[in-house]
């Protein structure tokens, strides 16, 4: 079974899609197997994060401009890509050190996250994109119909 999921973004945030994909699960009575995920961009990732704290979002947003600043900031001028924008090459650096791709078990149909785990998109660019996360699950289907 495979599917896309579109994520609107509008800027550099941690958008939560744990509550998308598990719907999504559901609905294809998915059972026992392995769920991949991939996002279509360079500039922008995919990650397995707490869930229970935004303070966690923030502190890695802000650790990874620290890593990779805009390409206007002096410390970057040794970049050469900066046709599409200050944030453009530094969202590429971003994405470079975080997955693009995470896979997940599910048995009975649940993704098998930990209690305070989430599963994000982490937008890199700041001005809005359309985002898309390419899923597929392999594995058994439930014999049960849901509701």
Request: with cysteine; proline share 7%.
């Amino acid at each position: 079974m495979r599917t896309t999921f579109i994520v609107e973004t509008t800027g550099p945030a941690c958008h939560e899609i744990t509550g998308e994909v598990a719907t999504w699960l559901k609905r294809s009575d998915a059972a026992d197997g392995v769920l991949t995920l991939m996002i279509r961009h360079t500039s922008a990732s995919l990650l397995i994060q707490e869930n229970a704290d935004p303070d966690v979002q923030a502190d890695l947003l802000d650790w990874l401009d620290r890593v990779a600043p805009p390409a206007d900031d002096p410390s970057m001028s040794w970049l050469r890509h900066v046709s599409e924008g200050p944030d453009d090459m530094p969202a590429h650096l971003k994405a470079s050190v975080l997955p693009t791709s995470i896979q997940i078990p599910i048995a009975d149909g649940v993704m098998q996250l930990g209690r305070w785990q989430g599963i994000y998109l982490v937008e890199h660019r700041d001005a809005p994109h359309r985002r898309q996360v390419s899923a597929v699950f392999l594995g058994d289907r439930s014999t049960r119909k849901s509701r």
